[in-house]
């Protein structure tokens, strides 16, 4: 986050100030001063105060203090991650989604009960008749080893038949699939054999943000609602489809608009695909975070 300095702290007489930062807790905010521009990078979860020290030429000075609040580092592995902000990006691997039919933008999870947006605040609308956000093929995305997807998503009442939040694959010839079915939240990946290996998670609550997480480590799935595992299914392959993924809604390619069932209905947030089978700890740091996941290399 930028901050121009001097649109806050001024000089009456005009005269030129000089500026200084400093960060109560560097580990939670970093700051920076680059002539007149104020740099606050959130680095972890937490709260720190940032002092900001304006000073004229003649060395009277005075200070503003801003509370900044923290955010969750991403897991290390993170390949793709589409953040529903206003756009499109995928922040980390380059594999924008491309939303059609009237898909479209909303407020996210991370702003849901705040008047403005805490830093990024946006998720990906759906309105579950045709409306999809379509990601290409991408070998990436068919693994042969282990990785992990996570999204947070609101349900409105039209999902509660079938409603895929992200998919790769077409209808009965999926590689892997985060879901709603009859009510419930569902996972599942196909073999090889395109033998379905499901896990089912609670009812889904309506018009409320819930977290849902993935994981396959080459052996073994393993399914996360609200950072609960729900179960596990051993599964030795998984089959690869060059068929696009999609947000919100499964490939329909090939298909006639009266086969399949509605799909997704209402916002989801936060979609990110990594390489390596995320572990528990990991999942419910992301979950528990109200301030948002850092923009920054885990690293």
């Known amino acids: 986050m930028n901050i121009g300095p001097s649109s806050h702290l001024s000089d009456p007489d005009r005269g030129a100030l000089a500026y200084e930062a400093n960060s109560s807790d560097p580990a939670v905010a970093r ?16 709260i720190a105060d940032v002092t900001v020290t304006a000073r004229d030429d003649r060395s009277a000075e005075v200070r503003q203090v801003v509370e900044v609040l923290g955010c969750v ?9 589409w953040t529903g902000d206003g756009t499109g990006a995928d922040i980390v691997g380059g594999l924008d989604v491309t939303l059609m039919n009237g898909a479209d933008y909303a407020k996210g999870h991370v702003d849901s009960n705040a008047e403005e947006p805490f830093s990024f605040g946006g998720a990906f609308s759906f309105d579950g008749v045709d409306a999809i956000g379509r990601l290409p093929d991408a070998p990436i995305l068919n693994p042969a080893g282990p990785f992990s997807v996570m999204v947070r998503a609101k349900a409105r009442p039209a999902s509660v038949h079938s409603g895929a939040s992200i998919a790769k694959g077409h209808p009965w010839a999926e590689s892997w699939v985060l879901d709603t079915h009859n009510g419930l939240w569902r996972r599942f990946i196909r073999d090889r054999n395109l033998r379905d290996r499901r896990i089912h998670g609670p009812r889904l609550v309506e018009n409320e943000w819930t977290h849902l997480a993935m994981t396959w480590d080459g052996g073994r799935l393993a399914f996360y609602v609200d950072a609960a595992e729900q179960g ?68």
């Open 31 to 46: 700051v920076m001063v680059t002539g007149t521009l104020l740099t606050v990078e959130a680095l972890s979860r937490g």
């Open 232 to 299: 596990t299914r051993s599964v030795g392959s998984i089959h690869v489809t060059d068929a696009f993924a999609g947000i919100g809604a499964r490939s329909e390619e090939g298909f006639e608009d009266d086969e399949l069932a509605p799909e997704f209905t209402g916002e989801i947030d936060e979609v990110m695909f990594f390489g390596r089978a995320l572990d528990p700890a990991e999942i419910r740091a992301v979950y528990e975070t109200t301030f948002g996941l850092c923009r920054l290399p885990a690293g």
């Open 73 to 81: 580092r991403v897991p290390d592995g993170a390949l793709h991650w």
